[in-house]
């Protein structure tokens, strides 16, 4: 049956609510004791917003939220487009993740207005200061807004010899050694081809001097890079080998177009690992431009190599900026103190 609720639903441009066995979690005995609920990414296929009065009748509720979903017609990410802030319609984006095949953005944002409008206890957790700043101007400003980052195992993720990280991964001691890395760097989002266009622009002399490490997939986009020698890494799911790439990196690469508040971006602050990214969304919360990295002009890939050679050129600086991101790390990214951040909210909830 709910196949078939896809089948129609989907044709209509609307997703996600044809699950409709979200409507019997509320049987479930752990949601039954539960005081507060809390929601996190709810746009994969498998819950249906429509489900919430229902799941929150007599309990609080925290939306967690990852990126943009919650407050718009469809989208995860609206880039340029701020029709979120009076009722979507219009989309100039169908095709933005999760895509739709017809415009029905308007009416899935009154959906969403109207089933937010029957919560009566809620909060609304953001991991980065731009994406609370945009919920407040949006559907979800009814509930009170705190900004949380993410907490990391700052043991697992540390600086680890550089000397023994690069003997481990077979890389030249001697050469500048670039890292970048994300899920799917195909993926335009992610800016793999501003990085490419980035790493083409570089000085012919710096290039030879360069190893190009590469996390996730999509790496192969690199192969036809002149001069730089590139090393796919695939994913990798341990921590511990993933510290020893951050180490034995000079610097790492984030050549997104939309981010929150990426996660490898924490992992590289607590690797000691100075930044290069563009200065978008929540990026510069952990890229703190001359502190923690370079920020380049929104897609502006001379720019982005342009900060690549400064940082390249001055290794006085880059070992300050290697402190101060473990620093930054300790201060404000333990597990601890997010789980305190979070336990202070459900409180407030009661």
């Known amino acids: ?12 441009g ?3 609510i044809h699950c409709i066995s979200t409507f019997s979690i509320p049987k479930l005995k752990m949601v039954q004791h539960a005081d507060v609920l809390n929601f996190h990414i709810l746009h994969s296929n498998y819950f249906s917003y429509l489900a919430l009065p229902k799941l929150l009748r007599g309990k609080a509720g925290v939306f967690t939220l990852h990126d943009m979903w919650n407050f718009t017609g469809h989208c ?4 340029d487009c701020k029709r979120w802030e009076t009722g979507c319609g219009k989309c100039p984006y169908l095709s933005i993740q999760p895509q739709v095949k017809r415009d029905s953005t308007a009416l899935e944002w009154r959906l969403k207005q109207r089933i937010y409008g029957q919560i009566e206890r809620g909060a609304v957790v953001c991991p980065s200061q731009w994406l609370s700043g945009l919920a407040q101007r949006s559907i979800l400003n ?11 195992d700052l043991d697992a993720y540390r600086p680890l010899d550089r000397d023994t990280s690069r003997r481990l991964l077979g890389i030249d001691q001697n050469k500048f050694v670039l890292l970048c890395g994300a899920a799917n760097l195909k993926d335009t989002r992610k800016g793999g081809d501003l990085l490419m266009q980035a790493l083409q622009m570089l000085p012919l002399s710096l290039k030879s001097e360069i190893s190009l490490l590469i996390l996730g997939s999509g790496g192969g986009i690199f192969k036809e890079l002149e001069m730089i020698e590139a090393m796919p890494l695939g994913y990798v799911s341990s921590d511990r080998l993933k510290s020893a790439i951050f ?12 981010d929150n508040l990426p ?6 602050m607590a690797c000691g690992t100075p930044m290069v990214s563009f200065d ?6 952990l890229v703190r431009h001359g502190i923690t990295g370079y920020l380049a002009k929104a897609e502006d890939a001379q720019d982005f190599a342009a900060k690549i050679v400064q940082l390249l050129e001055d290794p006085e600086l880059r070992q300050q900026m290697a402190k101060n991101c473990r620093a930054i790390a300790e201060a404000e990214y333990p597990l601890e103190l997010q789980a305190k951040r979070y336990i202070e909210i459900y409180k407030s909830l009661r």
């Open 142 to 152: 009814r509930f009170p807004i705190y900004t949380v980052p993410y907490g990391l």
């Open 247 to 258: 180490s034995a990196a000079d610097l790492f690469l984030f050549p997104t177009r939309a």
């Open 263 to 268: 996660l490898i971006l924490q992992e590289s």
């Open 76 to 79: 995860a990410y609206s880039y």
């Open 280 to 285: 978008i969304g929540g990026v510069p919360d």
């Open 14 to 16: 609307l997703n996600d």
């Open 1 to 12: 049956m709910e196949l078939g609720i896809k089948f129609l639903t989907s044709r209509l």
